[in-house]
């Protein structure tokens, strides 16, 4: 038996990278997946794959900037499984530049995805986990959200403020059933991160203690534990996955 055996996961984010990883994982385990994203072909194709591999999943496209796209989603979850269980905010963009060359444009793209996207994901379900009595929210911040990092002004700024709409939601929604906790990764070998000249590479591996990167199982596995009944009492945490980077 799994350890998420006949939970109905929806994950944001879930076409390709971490999404993806974590969405194969929760369904080896019995998750009822709802891979969720604005990119329908890679969407469709991660769906079918984990289809193939014996688990039960759907794709539902998503824009998590818009309301009303999300509350789409939410309701086409609804009306194929019936409940929601889990939900993984794991939808994320980079548009990295020092503040000096920042536009407006950059800074309101990566807070609308990354920020205003957990928001109004988490307003859409969190209404149906309360009248279950029960659910998970796992929030994606990053390791760069508890030290900054150079370059990237929007991004740390909307993990940063992940982690805080965890904490509030913890102890708003904890009353009510649900827990709530963030994980925050380090570097971790995604597309995102495939284009890193090797000089930037090298130097991600040597300040990280464990002299190497994450892989996108690495922090698919803690959203597994985050999200199974092992986790019962933990709520309002923030997981790095980082290989030592903070500590």
């Not at 995604?190 to 890193?196: D, Q």
Request: proline letters at 3%.
């Amino acid at each position: 038996m799994g350890r998420l055996e006949e939970k109905v996961a929806v994950i944001t984010g879930a076409a390709r990278g971490i999404g993806a990883a974590t969405a194969r994982i929760f369904a080896r385990e019995g998750a009822k997946v709802a891979i969720t994203d604005i990119d329908e072909e890679q969407g469709q194709a991660t769906a079918a794959a984990i289809r193939d591999a014996g688990g039960e999943a759907v794709f539902i496209p998503v824009d998590v900037t818009d309301f009303t796209s999300v509350e789409r989603m939410v309701q086409q979850v609804m009306d194929h499984f019936g409940r929601i269980d889990i939900l993984v905010n794991n939808a994320g963009v980079l548009r990295d530049r020092t503040l000096l060359k920042m536009t407006l444009e950059d800074f309101n793209f990566v807070i609308d995805v990354n920020l205003r996207g957990v928001f109004h994901c988490t307003k859409a379900i969190a209404p149906i986990m309360v009248a279950q009595g029960k659910g998970v929210i796992l929030n994606a911040s990053s390791v760069v959200a508890l030290y900054g990092n150079f370059g990237q002004t929007n991004y740390v700024a909307s993990k940063a403020g992940v982690i805080g709409m965890t904490k509030v939601w913890a102890r708003e929604l904890g009353p009510k059933g649900i827990r709530v906790n963030a994980v925050a990764p380090g570097f971790i070998r995604t597309e995102m991160t495939a284009g890193l000249p090797a000089q930037v590479v090298q130097a991600v591996i040597q300040r990280t203690p464990l002299r190497m990167w994450g892989e996108p199982e690495d922090v698919a596995y803690a959203y597994l534990y985050l999200a199974s009944d092992e986790a019962r009492f933990v709520n309002g945490a923030v997981l790095s996955v980082d290989g030592g980077v903070v500590t």
